[in-house]
């Protein structure tokens, strides 16, 4: 969604963060998980204080709405 979300705080881009985070657990052994963001390109530079939102969550809300367009009327 890289171009297509805007900020709502400051009207900036959005861009797409994917973070590794290193793991260690009984279970497991050591792993890698990632976590995938959406974050305010101003908020990287530390000019607005907009949260990072969850990739999942905004892919989601998007596949729902488009689910319900219809395309005979946008054609």
Do not use: P, W
Request: hydrophobic share 35%.
């Amino acid at each position: 969604f890289n171009g297509i979300c805007r900020c709502a705080r400051c009207g900036e881009a959005m861009y797409h963060s994917v973070v590794v985070a290193k793991r260690d657990s009984k279970k497991k052994g050591k792993f890698n998980e990632e976590y995938r963001y959406i974050r305010c390109i101003a908020e990287r530079d530390g000019l607005c204080d907009n949260k990072a939102l969850k990739y999942e969550v905004v892919e989601q809300f998007v596949i729902e709405h488009i689910k319900n367009l219809d395309f005979t009327q946008i054609l």
